[in-house]
């Protein structure tokens, strides 16, 4: 029966195009097409589609082929539902009805359901393979495993492929995997090497889809093909931002076992997203076929990309995600899953080429529009007084339109008022009548616009590459694992961070709108809706900044920006109130990171700060040169003192260097920074002392069992820290504690436990020397963020 089947075909699908030339075009014969997990969703939706349509294409090539739907039921109960599948597939408009389901019928016939879950269903497969081969006569061409299952079952059942299921006589084995590679650097690291130990490289097939989009995969020729137009301008000179954005409409309902556990950084960005940015930053390669060199100028770009740390990312999840949770997980109604949901990335490539292009990545479930796209956006040196309509005064973009939003079909569009682009013969074709429609801006009219002749579903696409050996657009070891490389930090460094929650749709508003900050990336709008349960059950309502008590002292407490916000805020009244009673600010500063954002919300945003009638001090400083990185003062001078107007007379750094050496008691420093404080310092007490807290509880330099912390004669001492550099100077607790105000800054998942511990410590200022803060007849106010607070 077989034989007549393959003459049938072979007269059926003698107009056919063969397509290229290929592994498997190369040794014609039998091919065994295998989906393990053939009666799963993406199997369903595109994987029987695609082998239908490669069935179709390929026969006239001289190949037969058996198809198999694998998984874990038996087969009584799996067959009927893998032909429900079967038959939903369809053929291309130019097949006609009659011959499409004479199709049909062959393919359904060739194909079969096979339960493949111990070593012995796949013994028996081969066994099958091999009688079928030997009854038909036929020479064995391959055969193509595609594993559409969860990732944790690719090394057994590559290992099982290996061990019982390889084809022999020099016929190719080829496996495909889909993402998730793992779900950090080291897991994929642990997966590809397991793999390794079944199958060779070359055997091994990483499906991304979205290098199987015409237009993705459209990118790197388009940018040969108009090399001439797009060398002198594809640089920092004239680019002002790259984006790189994936709008969904859908939730993740159904899939939330998977989703909860990678979220839309791994499940979008660190692959498609990836893949994409690459395609847009490498250097072209020369041949672009050569997958060697098409890797070797992604690894570049890999490497030159600028690491990725919590801000440069903002992360959002819409509301009803928490109960989807608690339901497909079977969690009970306290449960939070901190998983996002939507996020964006702000990437900078550290080359000469692209310094300083910001590049724009964002995905979301749940927004208000499905759609696509890359978009260049050119810099505009022109300013148009009048006629903003004339070409030359409208936005400078190409966009790639991978589908969906507005315009539907895939294409590239190109400003009128760049250049007019080449076109990839024989694929593409330029469109010239436009639906009335914008895409990103500007009418479609203002743009040249290409689209493919012929679209093609991207896993089909892909599993005729597969078919021919064309490896190029797939995800090789090393591409991989240089992406996580660069994602790894990110998602370890968001880990315990809440996200920001939407409620999804047109009602998101301006809530997820971005901001970019030189190399930062936050969320336009500051108000943060955190609904109460989000927050432990500590809070009634919706709110940005609480206020309670933490050791008996007033607290304020907020996510991080706000927080930061505030007290600058309140910094900015004190020296206000100061300037206006005393006609001068008394301010004291800690040194440490954590001040950093205080300093940059200072420098940025308080421009009517009254820093003319403000004095800084510092509470602190390490014993080395004032020059040094290490330098409390330096750190300060590079965060605030360079980018406001204060007197240089007005600021007053600790002399820790003095006759050419470092803090040695006799030379006297502490004690000239004592007096200087006494002459201009009314009474010595400072206006405002900022303080931190160290993991050990230390504050300004006063260490646990630290013998300055009884003295509180002394204004100023010489202290030892425990960790380098160890030599410091330091206020006392006589000076902090005659302050008007002192605020404490602890911000920071990693100070949640010290947070915990000092909400429950007795006053010990020698184990504990921030418990020896007491301002004597000042104010205490304890500015603490949530991660700090409740980690
Ligand atoms: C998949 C993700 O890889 O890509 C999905 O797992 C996402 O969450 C999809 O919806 C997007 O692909 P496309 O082709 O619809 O843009």
């Given at each position: 029966?077989?034989?007549?089947?393959?003459?049938?075909?072979?007269?059926?699908?003698?107009?056919?195009?063969?397509?290229?030339?290929?592994?498997?075009?190369?040794?014609?014969?039998?091919?065994?097409?295998?989906?393990?997990?053939?009666?799963?969703?993406?199997?369903?939706?595109?994987?029987?589609?695609g082998?239908?349509?490669?069935?179709?294409?390929?026969?006239?090539?001289?190949?037969?082929?058996?198809f198999?739907?694998?998984?874990?039921s038996?087969?009584?109960?799996?067959?009927p539902?893998?032909?429900?599948?079967l038959k939903?597939?369809?053929?291309?408009?130019?097949?006609?009805?009659?011959?499409?389901?004479?199709?049909?019928?062959?393919?359904?016939?060739?194909?079969?359901?096979?339960?493949?879950?111990?070593?012995?269903?796949?013994?028996?497969?081969?066994?099958?393979?091999?009688?079928?081969?030997?009854?038909?006569?036929?020479?064995?061409?391959g055969?193509?495993?595609?594993?559409?299952?969860p990732?944790?079952?690719?090394a057994?059942?590559?290992?099982?492929?290996?061990?019982?299921?390889?084809?022999?006589?020099?016929?190719?084995?080829?496996?495909?995997?889909?993402?998730?590679?793992?779900?950090?650097?080291?897991?994929?690291?642990?997966?590809?090497?397991?793999?390794?130990?079944?199958?060779?490289?070359?055997?091994?097939?990483?499906?991304?889809?979205y290098?199987?989009?015409?237009?993705?995969?459209n990118?790197?020729?388009?940018r040969?093909?108009?090399?001439k137009f797009?060398?002198?301008?594809?640089?920092?000179?004239?680019?002002?931002?790259?984006e790189?954005?994936?709008?969904?409409?859908?939730?993740?309902?159904?899939?939330?076992?998977?989703?909860?556990?990678?979220?839309?950084?791994?499940?979008v960005?660190?692959?498609?997203?990836?893949?994409?940015?690459?395609?847009?930053?490498i250097?072209?390669?020369?041949?672009?076929?050569?997958?060697?060199?098409?890797l070797?100028?992604?690894?570049?770009?890999?490497s030159s990309?600028?690491?990725?740390?919590?801000?440069?990312?903002?992360?959002?999840?819409?509301?009803?995600?928490?109960?989807?949770?608690?339901?497909?997980?079977?969690?009970?109604?306290?449960?939070?899953s901190?998983?996002?949901?939507?996020?964006?990335?702000?990437?900078?490539?550290d080359?000469?080429?692209?310094?300083?292009?910001?590049i724009?990545?964002?995905?979301?479930?749940?927004?208000?529009?499905?759609?696509?796209?890359?978009?260049?956006?050119?810099?505009?040196?022109?300013?148009?007084?009048?006629?903003?309509?004339?070409?030359?005064?409208k936005?400078?973009?190409?966009?790639?339109?991978f589908?969906?939003?507005?315009?539907?079909?895939?294409?590239?569009?190109?400003?009128?008022?760049?250049?007019?682009?080449?076109?990839?013969?024989?694929?593409?074709?330029?469109?010239?009548?436009?639906?009335?429609?914008?895409?990103?801006?500007?009418?479609?009219s203002?743009?040249?616009?290409?689209t493919?002749?012929?679209?093609?579903?991207?896993?089909?696409?892909?599993i005729?590459?597969?078919?021919?050996?064309?490896?190029?657009?797939?995800?090789?070891t090393?591409?991989?694992?240089?992406?996580?490389?660069?994602?790894?930090?990110?998602l370890?460094?968001?880990?315990?961070?809440?996200?920001?929650?939407?409620?999804g749709?047109?009602?998101n508003?301006?809530?997820?709108?971005?901001?970019?900050?030189?190399?930062?990336?936050?969320?336009?709008?500051?108000?943060?809706i955190?609904?109460p349960?989000?927050?432990?059950?500590?809070?009634?309502?919706g709110?940005?900044?609480?206020?309670?008590?933490?050791?008996?002292?007033d607290?304020?407490?907020?996510?991080?920006?706000?927080?930061?916000?505030?007290?600058?805020?309140?910094m900015?009244?004190?020296?206000?109130?100061?300037?206006r009673?005393?006609?001068v600010?008394?301010?004291a500063?800690?040194?440490?990171?954590?001040?950093?954002?205080?300093?940059?919300?200072?420098?940025?945003?308080?421009?009517?700060?009254?820093?003319?009638?403000?004095?800084?001090?510092?509470?602190?400083?390490?014993?080395?040169?004032?020059?040094?990185?290490e330098?409390n003062?330096?750190?300060?001078?590079?965060?605030?003192?360079?980018?406001?107007?204060?007197?240089?007379?007005?600021?007053?750094?600790?002399?820790?260097?003095?006759?050419?050496?470092?803090?040695?008691?006799?030379?006297?420093?502490?004690?000239?920074?004592?007096?200087?404080?006494?002459?201009s310092?009314?009474?010595?007490?400072?206006?405002?002392?900022?303080?931190?807290?160290?993991?050990?509880?230390?504050?300004?330099?006063?260490?646990?069992?630290?013998?300055?912390?009884?003295?509180?004669?002394?204004?100023v001492?010489?202290?030892?820290?425990?960790?380098?550099?160890?030599?410091?100077?330091?206020?006392?607790?006589?000076?902090?504690?005659?302050?008007?105000?002192?605020?404490?800054?602890?911000?920071?998942?990693?100070k949640?436990?010290?947070?915990?511990?000092?909400?429950?410590?007795?006053?010990?200022?020698?184990?504990?020397?921030?418990?020896?803060?007491?301002?004597?007849?000042?104010r205490?106010?304890?500015?603490?963020?949530?991660?700090?607070?409740?980690?």
């Amino acid at each position: 029966m077989f034989v007549t089947v393959f003459l049938l075909l072979v007269a059926l699908c003698s107009q056919m195009g063969n397509g290229d030339g290929g592994e498997g075009a190369q040794r014609p014969g039998h091919v065994s097409v295998i989906i393990v997990g053939g009666t799963g969703d993406l199997a369903k939706k595109y994987l029987w589609q695609g082998f239908f349509e490669l069935y179709v294409n390929r026969v006239s090539g001289g190949n037969t082929f058996s198809f198999y739907g694998g998984g874990l039921s038996p087969a009584e109960k799996a067959t009927p539902v893998l032909f429900e599948i079967l038959k939903a597939v369809s053929c291309s408009k130019d097949v006609s009805p009659e011959r499409c389901a004479l199709l049909k019928e062959q393919f359904l016939r060739l194909s079969q359901y096979r339960q493949l879950k111990t070593q012995e269903d796949y013994q028996d497969l081969a066994k099958h393979i091999k009688k079928q081969l030997q009854e038909e006569g036929m020479t064995e061409a391959g055969r193509l495993f595609y594993l559409s299952v969860p990732a944790f079952t690719y090394a057994d059942i590559a290992e099982k492929i290996n061990s019982s299921c390889r084809s022999a006589n020099g016929a190719w084995l080829k496996v495909v995997l889909e993402k998730p590679f793992g779900h950090d650097f080291r897991s994929a690291q642990v997966l590809a090497s397991q793999l390794g130990s079944s199958l060779k490289d070359e055997e091994m097939y990483r499906i991304d889809h979205y290098l199987g989009k015409q237009v993705v995969s459209n990118i790197l020729p388009f940018r040969i093909k108009n090399r001439k137009f797009l060398d002198p301008i594809w640089n920092k000179h004239h680019i002002e931002r790259v984006e790189i954005v994936l709008k969904e409409t859908l939730d993740v309902k159904g899939r939330i076992p998977f989703y909860d556990q990678y979220g839309v950084i791994r499940d979008v960005m660190q692959n498609h997203m990836t893949e994409v940015m690459m395609m847009l930053t490498i250097k072209p390669p020369m041949n672009v076929s050569s997958r060697e060199e098409v890797l070797q100028n992604k690894l570049q770009i890999f490497s030159s990309l600028l690491p990725l740390g919590k801000n440069q990312a903002v992360i959002g999840q819409y509301r009803a995600y928490k109960t989807e949770v608690q339901q497909e997980l079977n969690k009970t109604k306290d449960h939070v899953s901190l998983t996002p949901t939507f996020a964006a990335v702000l990437a900078h490539i550290d080359e000469a080429r692209y310094e300083g292009v910001p590049i724009l990545l964002i995905s979301g479930k749940m927004l208000d529009e499905r759609v696509g796209y890359a978009r260049v956006l050119f810099k505009s040196d022109i300013f148009c007084l009048q006629n903003h309509n004339s070409v030359h005064c409208k936005p400078k973009q190409i966009v790639f339109y991978f589908g969906h939003g507005s315009l539907k079909d895939p294409a590239i569009l190109v400003s009128k008022n760049l250049f007019k682009p080449a076109v990839t013969e024989n694929e593409w074709k330029e469109v010239t009548e436009h639906p009335d429609v914008s895409v990103l801006g500007l009418p479609i009219s203002d743009y040249y616009v290409q689209t493919p002749i012929e679209q093609r579903e991207a896993y089909a696409e892909l599993i005729s590459h597969i078919f021919a050996g064309r490896k190029n657009n797939f995800i090789s070891t090393e591409n991989l694992l240089a992406s996580w490389a660069l994602w790894t930090p990110l998602l370890s460094s968001l880990a315990s961070s809440f996200p920001r929650i939407y409620p999804g749709g047109a009602d998101n508003g301006g809530l997820l709108d971005i901001l970019l900050k030189g190399k930062d990336i936050s969320y336009n709008s500051r108000a943060v809706i955190i609904s109460p349960d989000q927050m432990g059950g500590s809070s009634t309502n919706g709110f940005q900044v609480m206020q309670g008590k933490f050791r008996s002292a007033d607290m304020v407490s907020a996510w991080a920006e706000e927080l930061v916000e505030r007290l600058a805020a309140d910094m900015q009244e004190a020296a206000e109130a100061a300037v206006r009673e005393e006609g001068v600010f008394h301010l004291a500063l800690s040194g440490g990171s954590t001040p950093l954002a205080l300093f940059h919300r200072l420098s940025q945003h308080h421009f009517s700060f009254p820093w003319r009638r403000t004095h800084v001090w510092m509470v602190d400083e390490r014993c080395v040169p004032l020059t040094e990185l290490e330098s409390n003062f330096r750190s300060l001078h590079d965060h605030l003192l360079q980018h406001v107007r204060i007197p240089y007379y007005n600021i007053h750094p600790m002399p820790v260097q003095l006759n050419q050496r470092l803090c040695v008691e006799e030379d006297g420093g502490a004690l000239m920074y004592e007096r200087e404080l006494g002459k201009s310092v009314n009474d010595t007490s400072f206006h405002f002392v900022m303080l931190g807290v160290g993991y050990d509880g230390h504050t300004a330099s006063l260490f646990p069992g630290g013998k300055a912390n009884e003295l509180n004669e002394s204004l100023v001492v010489l202290t030892e820290s425990p960790v380098k550099p160890h030599q410091r100077m330091s206020l006392t607790f006589g000076a902090i504690n005659r302050a008007r105000r002192v605020a404490l800054l602890v911000m920071g998942k990693g100070k949640h436990e010290l947070i915990t511990q000092l909400s429950r410590v007795k006053d010990n200022p020698d184990k504990w020397p921030i418990t020896a803060v007491k301002p004597v007849k000042g104010r205490l106010v304890w500015y603490i963020d949530y991660d700090a607070l409740i980690g």
